[in-house]
Nanobody, 127 residues
Framework: QLQAYGGGLVQAGDSLRLSCAAS????????MAWFRQALGKEREFVTV????????FTTDSVKGRFTISRDNAKNTVYLQMNSLKPEDTAVYYC??????????????????????WGQGTQVTVSS
């Protein structure tokens, strides 16, 4: 089970850190990702991190502003969001999958490839 939290209403240029806590004792066995879904749009890939945290991949629109990290001892994955823009407004979801192959470019952005999803947390960025 995944529980995402940390969203809120912020102004453009502000920072926010999202967290996603996982239950169970096998968190380190899962590749973790963040997706987002703006109102009226499809869910889109944001970033993903390998099981050890040694590899990350991030979509171009947030590269340099968003950073994914994880703490396997705390069963938590984070999304640090800096220099937020109004176009970052969306519900943010964390996702998990056991297969290392999910990190491949052809898989990591595919919503249907992920095994588990959190409930989402709303991020609203005002201009």
């Amino acid at each position: 089970q995944l529980q995402a939290y940390g969203g809120g209403l912020v102004q453009a240029g502000d920072s926010l850190r999202l967290s996603c806590a996982a239950s169970g004792r096998t968190f380190s066995s899962y590749v973790m990702a963040w997706f987002r879904q703006a109102l009226g749009k499809e869910r889109e890939f944001v970033t993903v991190i390998s099981r050890s945290g040694g590899s990350t991949f991030t979509t171009d629109s947030v590269k340099g502003r968003f950073t994914i990290s994880r703490d396997n001892a705390k069963n938590t994955v984070y999304l640090q969001m800096n220099s937020l823009k109004p176009e970052d407004t969306a519900v943010y979801y964390c996702a998990a999958d056991r297969e290392v192959s999910i990190l491949a470019r052809r898989n990591r952005e595919d919503v249907g490839k992920y095994e588990y999803w959190g409930q989402g947390t709303q991020v609203t960025v005002s201009s």
